[in-house]
């Protein structure tokens, strides 16, 4: 006997009781979706073949191309497809568009990683006879539960084929707030612990990592609902029952609203990897400091021992002879110091002629030096030869 696949969520309107309820069932076919319903897919229910995953979108009027690989793995888009009736008036609205969401999670996963990606896949069908279904794929656990106390038991505008869309489009929001502050807490607590403990550069890339993805993928949710704000306006242009005007700029507002969120939250994500960034720049400077106070320490202890060993290289020179009674010099020491003193003052200026020098001065640099300068003075000659021609 077979197991049975993983139940799929749904979450629909009922209209006797006027509330939304949540149900199970474990067969795909959109047909035998309620009228008014989202369907949350897990992803490991989401099928695997490509011709299943199309026999699917089809039901929803969506591209094939959405059964792609390329679009199960891209970090974005939004689209959309109307269908009119013979009085140029929408008969059905179908939408499709996806946003990613990375989390940071408390305690990692059994595979060992500390994060989990949402790839959250939205495909949805508007019809005119009153058939409204969004199926959602790859959804956190507790995202029907937060949509239904989201819903309030309130019927969405069966004319309007933005109804649904507005409370799914707070969750991914909501995710994305999640999302960018669990970015901040361990980055905080790196700026908490820099006094007392040594930096972890291993954790500050992870975070940095995370930070960038986040940062990422929140700029393409944001171009996301901008579109869906622009489609949501054409769509109510040309509904077959007008919506009050009230009713259409409160919508156009809220969205708006919602993208206003989501771009303070994209600065808040760029501020984060900013924090994390000037952390990691403290770090470096602090183990900067701490390697220039040993080469400190070790030029102290050459300083310490260098007289001596000065001192016992010049007495262990053929200029110095020790007798039986007494220490015999050499008349000639004096060529010893003619030679090492110049030679001293030379390196030294030759070193600090190099110290101050920008770029610093190498062979190579020297010798492009010296074959411009001859190239100088060649077309310097040239110019002379010529002018004098003329004359």
Not at 190 to 208: C, L, N, Q, V
Not at 260 to 281: P, V
Not at 360 to 369: A, D, L
């Amino acid at each position: 006997m077979g197991l049975k696949p993983p139940a799929v969520n749904i979450l629909y309107y009922d209209e006797p009781s006027e509330a939304w309820l949540q149900d199970t069932i474990y067969d795909l076919d959109p047909s035998n979706f309620p009228e008014c319903s989202y369907i949350f897919v897990p992803v490991k229910r989401y099928p695997v073949n490509e011709e299943e995953r199309i026999a699917i979108l089809r039901k929803f009027n969506a591209p094939d191309i959405l059964a792609s690989r390329m679009c199960h793995e891209i970090n974005g888009y939004c689209g959309s497809k109307v269908y009119y009736n013979e009085e140029d008036k929408l008969r059905s609205y179908s939408t499709w568009f996806r946003c990613l969401v990375k989390m940071i999670l408390d305690e990692p996963l059994p595979n060992g990683k500390d994060y989990k990606w949402y790839e959250m896949t939205i495909v949805s069908r508007w019809d005119f006879n009153g058939q409204r279904r969004i199926l959602c794929i790859d959804t956190p656990d507790d995202f029907p539960r937060h949509m239904q106390d989201a819903l309030q038991n309130k019927a969405p505008d069966s004319r309007d084929p933005f109804a649904m869309h507005l409370p799914l489009m707070d969750q991914i929001v909501r995710l994305n707030d999640e999302s960018v502050w669990a970015i901040r807490d361990p980055i905080r607590e790196i700026e908490k612990r820099r006094p007392t403990a040594g930096p972890d550069f291993e954790a500050m890339h992870e975070i940095s990592r995370h930070s960038i993805h986040v940062s990422e993928v929140l700029h393409v949710t944001i171009q996301t609902f901008e579109k869906l704000l622009e489609q949501q306006k054409k769509v109510h242009a040309r509904l077959p029952i007008p919506l009050a005007a009230e009713y259409c700029e409160q919508v156009n507002e809220y969205l708006d609203f919602q993208i206003q969120m989501l771009k303070s939250l994209k600065e808040r994500s760029i501020s984060n990897y900013s924090r994390l960034k000037s952390e990691i720049t403290v770090a470096y400077n602090r183990i900067v400091q701490q390697d220039n106070r040993v080469m400190k320490s070790i030029a102290f202890l050459t300083m310490i021992f260098l007289p001596a060993t000065f001192i016992s290289a010049i007495f262990n020179t053929t200029f110095f002879q020790f007798g039986e009674d007494q220490l015999q010099a050499s008349k000639q020491l004096w060529i010893y110091w003619v030679v090492t003193i110049p030679s001293t003052l030379i390196i030294v200026v030759f070193w600090r002629s190099l110290l101050n020098r920008n770029p610093p001065v190498t062979w190579k640099s020297i010798w492009n030096m010296i074959k411009f300068d001859e190239a100088r003075q060649k077309r310097r000659k040239m110019m002379e030869e010529k002018n004098a021609i003329v004359v």
